[in-house]
């Protein structure tokens, strides 16, 4: 089947290891992600869910800021919060394999990465679907 890099979206929006765990947030609400790479000069270090906001009571509500965002920044951080050493799928293999990786259902996305570590774009159930949707047509 053809490489996962034909139905990847890239680039991924990612926020960095540094990054203030406000900021991530106001990303995943802002353009309504399930999940955001976590990066660390480029390679990728972590996983960020909208699941895990949503277990400090910080979720998708994007209406909510001001104190919130203070609070966030000061009692928690995008290393601490996030999922270290995620799955992930290389940039050459088939969508065949990212399909099967999905189905497992304990992700909805899968970063896609270089030889190098270095994070190129992600895949989701979503890609999954238009790509099924596109071939039905």
Do not use: W
């Not at 990847?8 to 955001?36: N, Y």
């Not at 994007?62 to 999922?83: C, Q, W, Y």
């Not at 995620?86 to 270089?114: C, D, F, W």
């Amino acid at each position: 089947t053809a490489p996962v890099s034909t139905i990847m979206t890239s680039p991924a929006l990612s926020v960095k290891l540094s990054d203030r765990l406000s900021e991530a947030r106001h990303l995943i609400c802002e353009h309504g992600l399930h999940h955001v790479p976590v990066t660390n000069a480029d390679v990728l270090v972590g996983m960020l869910s909208s699941t895990d906001l949503i277990a400090l009571g910080f979720g998708n509500d994007a209406a909510r800021v001001g104190p919130i965002e203070a609070f966030l920044d000061r009692n928690h951080s995008v290393e601490k919060l996030m999922t270290a050493a995620p799955v992930t799928i290389g940039l050459e293999q088939p969508i065949s394999k990212a399909a099967s990786m999905l189905r497992t259902g304990k992700y909805h996305g899968l970063p896609v990465v270089n030889g190098d570590g270095k994070l190129v774009g992600v895949v989701t159930s979503t890609d999954l679907i238009g790509m099924m949707c596109d071939d039905a047509q």
